[in-house]
């Protein structure tokens, strides 16, 4: 069964400090892997995505297959940065449409 | 460009009531469709989706039901609430199964 991890429901860290959110995955095949995240008050939207390798808003993801984690980073926090993130592994271009999350990590990044 | 419209934006319904949780998006054609329910500690859990009109798929058993009756339209209902269906609803779209999905503003639903 499909699965995805996020160990911790709460990271509070202080601004400029490193910080980690992490995420497991159980999962058939080879996903391809997400981060959305949700600002007070916005709509949930998507942060990066795996297969493009970027980094947005100083946030990067590495898929490391042989642990099946996909841990987002960042190295100097900023307040701005304080959200709910979900981590979501997915079936790229598989027929089955069940996008599914994590239960979510809300970073909170204090001054 | 694609928009998604999903109302209202709170609702405050008696035990025992229906509801119907409307839907729509815009600007493209046979999109993937979603219901999720978001709820503090338990965070994105899927209800229902939909590949085409008419088809529905759910993730997991409830006092809830989801149609389709048009290609852009996604109705979340319930015959009568229960307490336990108060929460945040979020309806979702993307083009294809599991790619980047655009979610709607979110219902706030409570039960009372």
């Known amino acids: 069964a499909q699965r995805v991890t996020q160990p911790e429901k709460l990271l509070s860290v202080f601004k400029g400090a490193p910080v980690e959110l992490k995420c497991n995955y159980s999962y058939s095949g080879s996903p391809e892997l997400f981060w959305y995240v949700q600002y007070s008050r916005q709509r949930l939207q998507l942060l990066l995505r795996h297969i493009s390798r970027e980094s947005i808003k100083g946030f990067t993801a590495d898929l490391n297959k042989g642990e099946t984690s996909f841990h987002l980073k960042k190295p100097f926090a900023q307040e701005e940065d304080s959200a709910m993130y979900y981590c979501a592994p997915q079936n790229y271009g598989g027929s089955q449409g069940n996008l599914i999350f994590g239960k979510g990590t809300k970073l909170s990044v204090k001054p | 460009s694609q928009t998604i419209h999903q109302w209202p934006a709170t609702l405050v319904q008696p035990v025992g009531s229906p509801l119907s949780l409307e839907c729509t998006v815009e600007?493209?054609?046979?999109?993937?469709l979603y219901w999720y329910r978001q709820a503090a500690g338990r965070g994105l859990q899927l209800l229902f989706y939909?590949?085409?009109?008419?088809?529905i798929s759910s993730e997991v058993p409830q006092n809830l039901s989801a149609s389709r009756p048009q290609d852009r339209q996604f109705i979340l209902s319930s015959k009568k609430l229960l307490l336990s269906d108060s929460g945040f609803y979020l309806c979702?779209?993307?083009?294809?199964?599991?790619?980047?999905?655009?979610f709607g503003q979110g219902t706030r639903l409570t039960v009372v």
């Open positions: 979702a779209w993307s083009r294809q199964p599991n790619t980047e999905a655009f």
């Open positions: 939909s590949v085409g009109i008419g088809q």
């Open positions: 600007g493209t054609s046979n999109p993937n």
